[in-house]
């Protein structure tokens, strides 16, 4: 099966400084990741879209320059929240699609909360 | 960031009982997803529907895709306490993009 894997699985930052989350196909290619961000209580917005080679898309409303998205390889995207403020602690999912077939679900990691102090 | 419309928003029932839920959209869908999410995990895919009209299980668990392309529902039949979490449904809107839309959840409890 598709096997997504993500890390750290929770991160406790001081406020000022910057996270890097990493989001791994294991054992297939993903041509495209997404980042999710959950508040508690509430369901997964879309952050951005991850493109393998290319520049990342942002949804409205989220800063590029504050959630870097990098997606150097064919099974790794990693986001990065720059100088991270207590408004930033919450959960990040990621998912990722394989880079062939059309019609499929999209498979998520396990997540990453983030808890900034 | 849009979402769907996702109903209940959460429920109790007893051990054993059936459970519906459902997704509605104002506009068109071409595939939709439901996903199921324990606390402070990522959401599991259950069931994907590409077509309208199609029904599919997975276990106790069928799903629709409504034939108006705006809709979706899921039902778990003779409920178990595992089955407690958030079920979350998606979908891809037919606009050839591969961004999915997530619905605002159920939350189940099932009380033994």
């Known amino acids: 099966g598709a096997v997504v894997s993500q890390h750290p699985s929770w991160v406790i930052c001081k406020s000022g400084t910057s996270v890097k989350i990493e989001c791994r196909s294991l054992?297939?290619?993903?041509?495209?990741m997404f980042w999710y961000r959950q508040f508690p209580k509430q369901s997964l917005m879309l952050m951005a879209t991850s493109n393998e080679g290319s520049k990342a898309t942002y949804e409205q409303g989220v800063e590029k320059d504050k959630f870097l998205i990098n997606h150097a390889s064919l099974t790794l995207s990693t986001l990065t929240v720059t100088s991270a403020h207590p408004e930033d602690s919450s959960f990040y999912i990621c998912?990722?699609?394989?880079?062939?077939?059309?019609?499929?679900?999209?498979?998520f990691g396990s997540g990453t909360r983030l808890t900034v102090v | 960031g849009q979402q769907l419309n996702q109903s209940p928003q959460s429920m109790f029932i007893q051990e054993g009982e059936d459970v519906s839920m459902n997704c509605t959209s104002s506009?068109?869908?071409?595939?939709w997803l439901w996903y199921k999410q324990d606390p402070g995990e990522g959401p599991v895919l259950l069931i994907a529907?590409?077509?309208?009209?199609e029904l599919t299980s997975n276990g106790r668990l069928t799903a629709q895709f409504g034939i108006t392309r705006k809709d979706s529902f899921l039902n778990i039949s003779a409920s178990i306490p595992s089955d407690v979490g958030i079920y979350f449904c998606a979908g891809r809107p037919d606009s050839g993009t591969y961004k999915y839309i997530f619905g605002t959840g159920t939350r189940l409890k099932v009380l033994a």
């Open positions: 054992d297939f290619q993903a041509t495209t």
């Open positions: 529907l590409y077509k309208a009209g």
């Open positions: 506009s068109i869908f071409n595939t």
């Open positions: 998912s990722a699609r394989k880079s062939s077939g059309i019609n499929y679900g999209y498979t």
